[in-house]
């Protein structure tokens, strides 16, 4: 792997574009295709204005990349952030390519992100921004074209404001434009609990497949939004004991395990884990360096890097978010022997129930939740096994044989199709 600068290191672009460099080499890829995967065929910046509640007018930057449309529409979320930039959008709408591609579901990788801060923005405003932005994007969205969905920052409401705007510039109603909807128009049952759900089936096959017992397993999970919280929930479910929670203000630790189901009430109460009486407050970046089974990052880029990576103490590193990991500390967590399930294996439940939901929209048939959890369990457990397989069959570690497993499906079917001129 190339040595990569503090900057380069903490660049999401640029840990992808090392790792997929990495793995396309190990494939022997062909020069040209090499070409093709490794830029964003489309890359969207709109500038929105949008009235804000106190009368001004406020302008904000919006991105839309759309990585690959080779296998199917491109498919990714959209984020709202203070820190969202072109590279960071980039990066995630490539890795949106090789974990549909894992998973092996008919979508190509898209992402859209918007400069704000949400949590200082109103309802009104918010709806005003996503309508905006929406409207800018009109052409370049569509069932067949390009599929959004919830991230950072945005949720169900979001995605029905989007749906509706789209609808009405179609003058019809189209379900299918976004996933992650409320379940009374177009969502799916189980969409809200999929990404956390895939993390809970993948750390199942990783200790059967290490020959690890779930009973007395510490697991500890950075992030307790969407992910985290489900993640936590489903693991505590399933007899795994959950010592450490950390979220952005603050950590809690219990070596007996935290009562997970006490801990999203209090933060339903009060909006934050802090001041939870039934665990310990410690340093939140110290969590990470504690001693456990399984450490599971859900909640954003470049949480493990070459500072801290060498105090890492898990067995299991199991990434809910996308892109926690860097790829300096990916060379020193291999000295360490730790076994990464990596993010475009461990989070793709998200993507795989959204693909559910628009095949549901499509053709107006909804599933219960019993099917969409047993169609999702199906094919995290497969696509572990794929990745497992090909990392013992290529002689490389699992994030890289993840990514090879992707190219190679991109690349077959670029080739395929073949390069129209």
């Known amino acids: 792997m190339q040595t990569l600068t503090l900057e380069q290191e903490t660049n999401p672009w640029e840990a992808q574009a090392a790792r997929f460099d990495f793995a396309a080499k190990k494939l022997n890829l062909d020069q040209g295709i ?41 498919k990714g979320g959209i984020r709202y952030s203070p820190d969202v930039s072109l590279d960071e959008v980039r990066a995630l709408a490539s890795w949106m390519t090789w974990k549909c591609a894992v998973v092996n579901i008919p979508f190509g990788g898209a992402k859209g992100g918007v400069i704000c801060d ?35 920052g945005t949720d169900e409401q979001t995605m029905a404001w989007i749906m509706d705007t789209y609808s009405m510039h179609m003058r019809q ?39 690890m017992s779930i009973d007395g397993c510490r697991v500890i999970i950075q992030g307790f939004g969407n992910v985290g919280s489900n993640s936590a929930k489903l693991l505590a479910q399933k007899g795994y004991t959950v010592t450490g929670i950390a979220e952005y203000d603050g950590a809690l630790y219990n070596a007996d395990g935290i009562d997970i189901h006490a801990l999203i009430q209090h933060r339903q109460k009060t909006g934050t884990i802090t001041g939870f009486t039934e665990a310990e407050a410690v340093d939140k970046h110290e969590l990470l360096t504690y001693n456990c089974e399984i450490l599971i990052p859900a909640a954003t880029e470049n949480v493990i890097t070459s500072k801290n990576a060498d105090r890492i103490r ?30 475009i294996l461990a989070n793709a439940g998200g993507v795989t129930t959204s693909y559910f939901e628009w095949v549901q929209d499509r053709m107006g048939y909804f599933w219960t939740e019993d099917e969409v959890n047993q169609r999702l369990d199906n094919i995290m457990k497969e696509s572990f096994c794929d990745v497992v397989n090909y990392a013992r069959n290529h002689n490389v570690n699992n994030r890289i044989a993840a990514y090879m497993l992707a190219i190679d499906r991109v690349a077959y079917t670029t080739k395929q199709r073949g390069i129209y001129a």
């Open 34 to 74: 090499w070409k093709v995967l490794r830029y964003p065929a489309r890359e969207l910046i709109v500038h929105i204005p949008v009235g804000m509640d106190d009368g001004s007018i406020e302008v904000f930057t919006g991105y839309r990349v759309q990585h690959s449309v080779a296998r199917g529409p491109a």
């Open 118 to 152: 949400p949590k200082k923005m109103s309802q009104g405003e918010l709806e005003r921004m996503t309508r905006r932005y929406t409207a800018e994007l009109i052409e370049f969205l569509g069932p067949e074209k390009d599929v959004p969905a919830p991230d950072m």
């Open 173 to 211: 109603t189209v379900t299918a434009v976004v996933t992650g909807k409320p379940v009374n128009i177009g969502g799916s049952r189980g969409r809200k609990e999929a990404t956390g759900r895939g993390v809970s089936v993948v750390c199942d096959e990783a200790m059967k497949h290490l020959g």
């Open 314 to 343: 898990c067995k299991i590193l199991c990434e809910g978010a996308n892109g926690p990991t860097t790829t300096v500390a990916d060379d020193i967590l291999a000295d360490k022997r730790v076994f990464i399930i990596p993010d």
